[in-house]
């Protein structure tokens, strides 16, 4: 069975503060893909990032990081120096095949403080 | 190029009530999915098209929702009768055949959040 678990439901930093957001996933595939997803005020569901389970390489993509451990499923985001418009949700996702509907985390709701 | 949209953006109506929501999915993108956030828990997956055809839709929770892609472009989700327990937020995605190197990016539309009352 397929589970994503984010187990801070909110978080809240001071502007510039680093902040990392915690995914854990369990799945019986060898071949997956993970995703995270910011949901902003606005609504709307806005990629960020997609792994597949063949690379572990972390990824740094300005202030944002990924870390990837197969040994621990766990696809961690971190963000360096907070900005009030990382305020969000944000989402970790899923997916056993690359046509398969995703497996949402239940979200992790960053408040930035000014 | 223009992105997932759905329509409508919120939607009140009142329990027994029908609502069709509609996702028009990015040009080209032969993969459409529908979601829903019921309110306090996580996004659901409801079902999968590829092109007109349903390739997966067990997560779909009842036979009052019926989900259609005629032509294989745009989609309709329709609630009939609605009851207050599918008050939340419909999203649809829409991803391109994609290796299995790549996985598959699926673009969200901004949600059509139904209210019954």
């Known amino acids: 069975a397929q589970k994503v678990t984010q187990a801070q439901t909110e978080i809240s930093v001071v502007e510039k503060e680093d902040v990392t957001l915690d995914c854990v996933y369990e799945?019986?595939?060898?071949?997956?893909?993970l995703f995270w997803y910011k949901q902003p005020p606005s609504g709307e569901l806005v990629f960020l990032i997609r792994r597949n389970s063949f690379d572990e390489q972390n990824e740094i993509s300005g202030r944002y990081s990924w870390n990837f451990q197969k040994s621990t499923s766990s696809f961690n985001f971190t963000i360096t120096a907070s900005q009030v418009v990382d305020s969000a949700v944000y989402f970790c996702a899923l997916s056993e095949d690359y046509g398969q509907n995703f497996v949402f985390g239940p979200g992790t709701r960053l408040s930035v403080l000014p | 190029e223009a992105g997932v949209t759905q329509f409508p953006s919120h939607s009140v109506i009142e329990k027994g009530q029908t609502v069709t929501l509609r996702c028009d999915p990015i040009s080209g993108h032969d993969n459409l999915y529908w979601y829903r956030r019921v309110m306090g828990k996580e996004i659901k997956f409801l079902l999968h098209f590829v092109k007109e055809s349903k390739q997966d839709e067990s997560g779909m929770p009842n036979n009052r929702f019926l989900a259609e892609r005629t032509g294989g472009t745009y989609s309709t989700l329709k609630v009939q009768p609605a009851e207050l327990e599918d008050s939340g937020v419909y999203f649809c995605?829409?991803?391109?055949?994609?290796?299995?190197?790549?996985?598959?990016?699926?673009?969200f539309g901004p949600g059509t959040r139904l209210t019954v009352l």
């Open positions: 799945t019986r595939d060898t071949t997956y893909y």
């Open positions: 995605a829409s991803s391109q055949i994609m290796s299995w190197v790549r996985g598959n990016e699926q673009f």
